[in-house]
């Protein structure tokens, strides 16, 4: 019922945007796991299914976060957590539509060696490829806005350093775990030399966006093509007004 009224509203919402964005994901599978909410978990019909959409637009997928800051409409297709099916659909699934990925994964997670999350011999092999960019996700994927400045800087600085480290790779932005985080947050992420941060806020992206709080469009597992069109054109953005509730009454 809530995902209807949510659609409801945005037809009638009178804002339409052809500025770029950033689309949020997090599992693409057939099957269901118990370590993200089912709402964030897609079937592979229905993700490929939007960026066939997207294709058919001539929307672009961008390889570098700078180019959404641009004049010229992109967008960026970012996976939040760093689950092991991307390893297929990143890698090669996705090299026939020509699009680019950021994987956002947390260290803990790929020391878990969990069956669910990306390995490291996998991330090794993604890296190979010119179409795929890691960033950090938070060390232990914590709620940032919660935690104390010294372990706050550790799951910032040592994430980064962490995955540069096992990877030799540069680690140059930052996602915003559960999508909380307050001044204090983003001025820890700017110190530890992040060249963007993105948040999980309903939005487009244009010259005067902050670079350390990149707006995504969050994609759900009932979402028709329908919606997703109404998401990518901005008509979701009112849906920022309870996110900002959600952080004053937190």
Not at 75 to 92: A, P, Q, R, V
Not at 198 to 204: A, M, S
Request: proline fraction near 3%; include cysteine.
């Amino acid at each position: 019922m809530k995902k209807e009224i949510y659609s409801t509203i945005s037809k009638f919402y009178p804002f339409k945007s052809l500025d770029s964005f950033a689309l949020t994901y997090h599992s693409i599978n057939d099957f269901n796991h118990n370590l993200t909410s089912k709402t964030y978990q897609l079937e592979l019909d229905s993700f490929f299914e939007q960026i066939r959409f997207l294709k058919h637009k001539n929307i672009e997928s961008s390889d570098h976060v700078e180019d959404l800051f641009n004049p010229n409409r992109k967008c960026i297709l970012t996976f939040d957590d760093g689950f092991s099916e991307l390893f297929e659909i990143c890698l090669k699934q996705l090299e026939q539509y020509n699009f680019h990925s950021h994987i956002f994964v947390c260290p803990k997670f790929i020391q878990s060696n969990k069956k669910e999350f990306l390995s490291n011999s996998q991330i090794t092999e993604m890296i190979k490829s010119k179409k795929i960019t890691f960033g950090s996700h938070s060390f232990s994927h914590l709620n940032l806005r919660k935690l104390n400045f010294k372990d706050l800087e550790y799951e910032i600085e040592y994430s980064k350093k962490w995955l540069e480290d096992k990877f030799s790779i540069p680690i140059n932005n930052f996602c915003y775990p559960f999508g909380q985080y307050n001044q204090k947050v983003v001025d820890v992420v700017k110190s530890k030399k992040y060249n963007h941060a993105f948040t999980t806020q309903f939005g487009t992206i244009s010259k005067n966006t902050d670079p350390f709080q990149i707006p995504r469009i969050d994609i759900w597992n009932k979402d028709s093509i329908s919606d997703f069109n109404l998401k990518i054109e901005g008509k979701y953005n009112w849906h920022n007004n309870i996110h900002f509730l959600k952080n004053l009454i937190n």
